[in-house]
């Protein structure tokens, strides 16, 4: 079949140059992006007076019957077109006849791919901010609900200090903020025009860039036409901020997949987010939370691909350039997939916070708060901390904990100690004493809380 750009060849290649070719398996999903800017291209070229006021009419008539038989299901896309822009363009053409040809004045398919991905992409990061704000709102809701509830903090994967459960959570909620920031910094870099910009050089029509950027929501026009068709550093960008926001998830679900063991028990995951063994009857397996940290590697894998597509190639559109959209597109899916069963799986998870507090009362985590009372007292931070460090290593050898050795046996090592000790080191204590802001104490957590419930209405 001889193809639409027949002219300097004779515009039939090889089947198997055919399928190499074509993008439509991947492009074919901006449909709708595709069918909105040629209605906008059309409307402008109807007011600068390019085409006939009745051509531009007809188009923009056709294009709607075309939108609509799509949705409906009526039309289906040629598996077969070289890409969208050439199928909706073909269909147009076989609906309304010559008039359908004169949609491509004054664009090239470089301005309209760099077009119809920015549009199309501009609608999945909208979505998939909206994602990040439900788990945020999860997280939030759970961080209230646990915000007096004592676990240990950990550092080298060791028990180091008391936190309350809800401020554990409250971590999270400020990483995915920054998610939703750095994917609203890509948005505003991406939501230029291209459209104009032609094949690399601009045209000879008297067209209006302006006006048909405003049409299609943009902020402005990228200002010089070869940088608006042969750079995808906005791809780049949302593959950037999708990747940190996937290390995120990754993280959370190492967590919780530590926290879901018989080693850890602090939570339980519902049936709906775990699986069985084949072999082993006792296994209650956490694959959804490992399913996401390893598909964070796929996403990595996306941003390092289109990297290495553009590191080498020269100005201005090149044929590699097709390799742009799989890897973007599959990261948004991907994302969006684990966001959503993250959601899900906190939301039905069931928290113990009895382990969680005998997890915090055998780590010794209130050593530091052991110390800094000597401090209060007057000994000099080292010798507290020397002598704390001593009471500690003695505990373990005696299987006691902090709490309960006796008073007398806590004046052997200092005459410091008195009976104000034990509110001193018991971890309500230890945990709301930290009211310092951004801390762990109940009224620190709650601040926060309360912050970023204003964040999200700024969102929103």
């Known amino acids: ?248 998830m990754s993280r959370f679900a190492e967590e919780i997949i530590l926290w879901s063991s018989w080693e850890f028990r602090f939570i339980e995951l519902s049936d709906a987010y775990t699986t069985g063994s084949s072999i082993m009857p006792q296994k209650k397996n956490p694959d959804m939370a490992e399913l996401i940290r390893g598909k964070t590697g796929r996403v990595y894998g996306d941003l390092m691909s289109l990297l290495t597509v553009m590191k080498g190639i020269p100005l201005a559109y090149n044929k590699d350039m097709q390799e742009d959209k799989e890897p973007v597109f599959d990261a948004f899916d991907t994302a969006a997939m684990c966001l959503d069963v993250l959601t899900g799986m906190l939301v039905t998870m069931k928290v113990n916070e009895a382990e969680m507090l005998k997890a915090a009362q055998r780590g010794f985590i209130n050593a530091t708060d052991l110390a800094d009372y000597l401090v209060r007292k007057g000994m000099p931070f080292r010798s507290a901390y020397q002598i704390s460090g001593r009471i500690v290593h003695d505990c373990i050898g005696e299987g006691q904990v902090l709490e309960s050795l006796p008073l007398e046996t806590y004046q052997k090592y200092s005459g410091l100690f008195g009976e104000d000790l034990y509110d001193a080191i018991d971890l309500k204590t230890a945990v709301n004493s930290r009211s310092s802001k951004g801390g762990t104490s109940k009224q620190s957590v709650m601040e926060q809380i309360a912050w970023v419930k204003d964040q999200i209405q700024k969102i929103r």
């Open 1 to 248: 079949m001889a193809k639409m750009w027949a002219g300097r060849t004779d515009g039939i290649t090889d089947s198997a140059a055919d399928d190499f070719n074509s993008s439509i398996r991947i492009d074919s999903r901006m449909y709708r992006e595709d069918i909105a800017g040629s209605v906008a291209h059309a409307a402008m070229l109807k007011k600068q007076g390019i085409i006939p006021p009745e051509a531009a009419d007809h188009i923009t008539e056709g294009l709607g019957g075309i939108l609509k038989d799509l949705e409906s299901g009526e039309l289906m896309i040629d598996p077969k077109a070289e890409d969208i822009h050439m199928f909706i363009e073909q269909v147009l053409t076989e609906r309304i006849g010559e008039e359908g040809k004169m949609l491509h004045t004054a664009r090239s398919r470089n301005d309209q791919v760099a077009l119809d991905t920015r549009m199309y992409l501009r609608t999945l990061s909208g979505d998939l901010t909206g994602k990040i704000v439900s788990l945020i709102e999860v997280l939030n809701k759970t961080a209230e609900q646990y915000s007096d509830t004592v676990m240990p903090g950990y550092t080298h994967l060791q028990r180091a200090q008391p936190v309350m459960f809800g401020q554990h959570l409250l971590a999270y909620e400020m990483m995915f903020l920054r998610d939703i920031g750095r994917l609203q910094d890509a948005e505003k870099r991406m939501n230029m025009s291209p459209i104009g910009a032609c094949a690399l050089a601009g045209t000879t029509y008297d067209t209006d860039r302006d006006y048909e950027a405003q049409l299609l929501g943009f902020d402005g026009i990228i200002p010089n036409s070869m940088d608006a068709v042969s750079d995808r550093d906005f791809c780049l960008e949302m593959l950037s901020a999708l990747s940190i926001l996937m290390m995120h």
